[in-house]
């Protein structure tokens, strides 16, 4: 494991948010996901293709960002929070990768809760 899931994986944890969610994000981070491409890679026999779109195959990629759905939500969500923060929508969907842009630690305690939300959702 790198230094950086690990730091990354820290900082999810102590967020003040229900225990299965932090726990989610931060299988996330380490691609630990059970998405379908995970499925057929262990042996399990599934459609590949995603519920919500049909279009693509099922992935971390795909479900947090490259579906017309998860795009649609991410840009919304940054309208609404990130714009401000000088951060691009990539960074912002990648937003753990990119922790050092946020200075404050209350906004950076509030942008992670608001993200973990937006991945539990998705």
């Known amino acids: 494991m790198t230094s950086t899931v690990t730091n990354e994986g820290r900082r999810i944890m102590e967020?003040?948010?229900?225990?299965?969610?932090?726990?989610?994000?931060?299988?996330?981070?380490?691609?630990?996901?059970?998405?379908?491409d995970q499925l057929i890679y262990h042996g399990v026999v599934v459609d590949s293709s995603y519920i919500l779109c049909g279009s693509n195959f099922e992935s971390i990629a795909h479900l947090f960002g490259r579906c017309v759905f998860s795009v649609?939500?991410?840009?919304?969500?940054?309208?609404?929070i990130g714009s401000g923060?000088?951060?691009t929508v990539l960074e912002l969907m990648e937003l753990f990768f990119h922790f050092d842009k946020l200075k404050v630690k209350s906004e950076r305690i509030t942008i992670?809760?608001?993200?973990?939300?937006?991945?539990w959702y998705l």
């Open 112 to 119: 992670s809760v608001i993200w973990l939300a937006t991945v």
């Open 85 to 87: 923060l000088g951060m």
């Open 15 to 36: 967020l003040k948010v229900s225990s299965n969610i932090s726990l989610y994000g931060w299988r996330l981070i380490l691609n630990q996901i059970p998405t379908k």
């Open 72 to 80: 649609g939500i991410w840009n919304k969500m940054y309208d609404w």
